[in-house]
């Protein structure tokens, strides 16, 4: 009975030291933007961004698919000798 007793105090601490400590975590100011800073950049900005690096990304698939094509010419050229 005293073992059954002191294991449920045991718990029972162990749970409430659990709770302070996620609860030392908790913290409002955290929420607050910094500075007048803007939570976000300027869409446009960003819409310019994302175009200018998928217009990249299309002239190396170009190019990729260029040389890609060039070694399959070159394979069927050495196939057919």
């Known amino acids: 009975m005293t073992n059954a007793i002191s294991a449920r105090w ?3 601490l162990a749970a409430s030291a659990l709770m302070v400590g996620v609860l030392g975590f908790y913290s409002t ?6 500075a007048g800073q803007p939570p976000f950049n300027n ?4 819409r310019e961004s994302q175009l200018r690096e998928l217009r990249e ?5 170009k190019e990729q698919n260029a040389l890609l094509k060039a070694g399959a010419e070159k394979l069927n050229a050495a196939a057919q000798r």
């Open 10 to 12: 045991m718990i029972l």
């Open 29 to 34: 100011s955290g929420a607050a933007p910094q």
């Open 43 to 46: 869409s446009v900005e960003q």
């Open 57 to 61: 990304i299309k002239e190396l698939l």
